[in-house]
Each structure stands twice: as structure tokens, then as C-alpha cells.
């Protein structure tokens, strides 16, 4: 009997086929077999196989090993978003690292990662295509940077990129398995009972709004998630929280903080942009519309990451400094609770 699972998360961009071989399966090369179970080019099996990607019985093979009766056939690979025509642009980007294999980024708040509907330019992707244009082609004539994680339009911080197909099914490999190290830093409403904790609940689109997430606590819908987060700083009616990711779901931080009765300051989609802890008093109703201004976006950042070289293997750690918008809020809240009456 064969059972065929395929595992798509918006925010970590790859594929995962397991593949139960039938009973009267004969032996056969296992990039063929996959290519005649699934729906992709023997090329990207291929490549899935040079990163390592392909596992029978729980075992890396070769694109040659010869798969038999009862096999289980596991390959990670790397998932293209659906193809808009891709124009290079020249926008600055601020490059943090590069090498032949990957390029880190600082994104900015403000910018979209890739063209999508009513987001065709202007886009991470569209400067990273002209950043790359001395870049050798792909086989049919294109260069494609490759996404293996993405940040929110309106959270700023690192994002790691892939140059070839091959660095992009070994990175996409270490998101599905959970090995990479990412930290972001958030200011949320509200003071925690706990120093440090966990926060859980499967996450899902919204059933009633498809443009945002909600958390499903019973896990009947949606995909497993969990963030843990530390507070650094306690500001009296909001917190400085350091997150880190276990999972990599589409919103997980915003809205699993929601969920915890904690929104990320200034969050329009998940209730943020409100007064919701504090006084009655004017004095304070203006200062938070001031830090709001200062901040006119969530106080989320993707402050550190660490994954391994997808050639080298050495372990690499990256750290960004949090943007002069959202520590100009910080600053005002510290203030605000040093010299309040």
C-alpha cells in the first residue's frame, strides 16, 4: 500500500513527499521512481539529492540507489512561490553576508519580500534580481534568488536567500527539520506573569478573514507551532521580549502573542493599534499616539539567525541591530516609566 504526504507551510518555502514503495515494486533507481510518483522534473530530484534531501528508510541515498518492495521514500525540496514575471529593479538592499551560495539580508520595514497580487515591483526579490544579474542563468535563462523563509512586509530584520538550487534544498531541508536558530525582538502589550515561557496552538488562516491567522488551540485545524520568548525589559504597561522560533508559521509571533492576551504594539491586523494597558489620563493617551507615530508599524524585528553552510557546513550566526524606528519607541517607554508620577 502506498501512503504519499506532501507538507507545504507558507512560511517555510519547500515540499515533503514520504513514500510507501507498493508490495510488487521492482527494484529501480529511486530519481526515477520519484519522478514517475511525483508531479517535478528528474533535474530538481536531482538537485534535491546533491543537498542531501533524499532518504530511504531514514537513510540518505544517492539519485542512484535502487529502491525496493516496502521502501520508505522521503525527499525535502525546495518550492518556488508560483511564478509571477519576475523584473529586476535597482533598490538598495542592505547585504549583510554573501558568498557564491547565499546572500543575508537586513530587510527593511515597509518592504515586501516577493511579488504577489497588488505587490508586482518594489519588492526584496525584484532588487535581489538586479543585484544578481552577473549571476549565471539557470537552464531555462533565468536567475532566481531563493526564498527558504520570509518576513512579514512590516517586520524588519534578516532573511537568508539561497543563490542556487542546491543551497536552496539544503537550507529549505534545515527549516523543515527545525535545526535553524532564529530570534526575533518584539514589544507587546502588557507585563508577564512568567520571566520566560512557551506559547503553543496550532495556527491556521482565519475562517472568516483569509488575509490573517488565528490560533487553534484544540489543533483540529491549522499546523503545530510554538514560540518561546524571554522578557529582556518590563516597561510597565508594555514588555521587551526576546522570541524564538520553534516553527516557522505564517504571523507565528503576532499572533500566538495575541493569543497569549499580549499583541505586538502597533499590530493593525492582530489589535495592536490600541490603547489596551494603561491609565485614563489624556497625558498618556497622547504619548502612546506619539510612540505610534514613531513606530508606525509592529515592533517586531528578526534580530538573529544561524543555520549551517549549505556547502561548507560550518555553523554561521548572524545579528542585526534593532532599526532606529522601533528603538526610538523603546526609548520613549523608558523614559515615559522613569518620570512618571
Excluded at 541515498?61 to 529586476?88: F, Q, R, T, W, Y
Excluded at 520570509?150 to 543551497?167: C, F, H, M, P
Aim: charged residues 25%; positive net charge; hydrophobic residues 35%.
Amino acid at each position: 500500500m502506498e501512503e504519499n504526504q506532501n507538507e507545504n507551510s507558507n512560511q517555510e518555502l519547500y515540499e515533503h513527499y514520504r513514500i510507501v514503495a507498493d508490495e510488487g515494486q521492482n527494484p529501480l533507481r529511486v530519481d526515477k521512481y520519484l519522478v514517475n510518483k511525483i508531479d517535478v522534473s528528474r533535474n530538481k530530484i536531482q538537485n534535491a539529492s546533491a543537498a542531501g534531501n533524499i532518504f530511504v528508510n531514514d537513510k540518505p541515498v544517492k539519485s542512484n540507489h535502487k529502491i525496493k518492495a516496502g521502501d520508505v521514500i522521503s525527499i525535502v525540496m525546495a518550492h518556488p512561490p508560483k511564478e509571477i514575471k519576475l523584473i529586476p529593479e535597482n533598490i538598495p538592499i542592505d547585504i549583510v553576508y554573501e558568498d557564491k551560495d547565499l546572500i543575508i539580508v537586513n530587510k527593511k520595514a515597509g518592504m515586501v519580500v516577493h511579488p504577489a497580487y497588488g505587490h508586482y515591483s518594489g519588492t526584496l526579490i525584484n532588487a535581489l534580481l538586479h543585484h544578481l544579474k552577473d549571476l549565471p542563468k539557470t537552464k531555462d535563462g533565468e536567475v532566481r534568488p531563493g526564498l527558504v523563509h520570509r518576513i512579514d512586509k512590516n517586520t524588519s530584520g534578516l532573511l537568508l536567500v539561497a543563490k542556487n538550487e542546491v543551497a536552496m534544498n539544503n537550507l529549505a531541508a534545515q527549516f523543515f527539520n527545525k535545526t535553524t536558530h532564529r530570534e526575533y525582538v518584539a514589544l507587546a502589550w502588557g507585563r508577564f506573569e512568567e520571566e520566560e515561557g512557551t506559547i503553543t496552538g496550532h495556527i491556521g488562516r482565519n475562517i472568516k478573514d483569509r488575509k490573517v491567522m488565528q490560533v487553534f488551540p484544540a489543533g483540529d485545524r491549522g499546523k503545530s507551532a510554538v514560540t518561546h520568548y524571554k522578557v529582556l525589559e518590563d516597561l510597565g504597561y508594555v514588555s521587551l521580549l526576546r522570541c524564538r522560533l520553534e516553527t516557522g508559521r505564517t504571523h507565528q509571533i503576532r499572533i500566538h502573542l495575541k493569543y497569549a492576551g499580549h499583541p505586538i504594539f502597533n499590530d493593525s491586523e492582530y489589535g495592536g493599534d490600541r490603547i489596551l494597558k494603561g491609565t485614563l489620563f489624556s497625558k498618556y493617551k497622547q504619548f502612546v499616539h506619539n510612540c505610534f507615530e514613531v513606530l508606525p508599524r509592529q515592533a517586531l524585528h528578526a534580530k538573529t539567525l544561524g543555520f549551517k553552510h549549505p556547502s561548507t557546513g560550518e555553523y554561521m550566526h548572524f545579528d542585526s541591530d534593532i532599526p532606529e524606528d522601533m528603538s526610538k519607541a523603546i526609548e520613549k517607554w523608558r523614559h515615559y516609566i522613569a518620570y512618571r508620577q
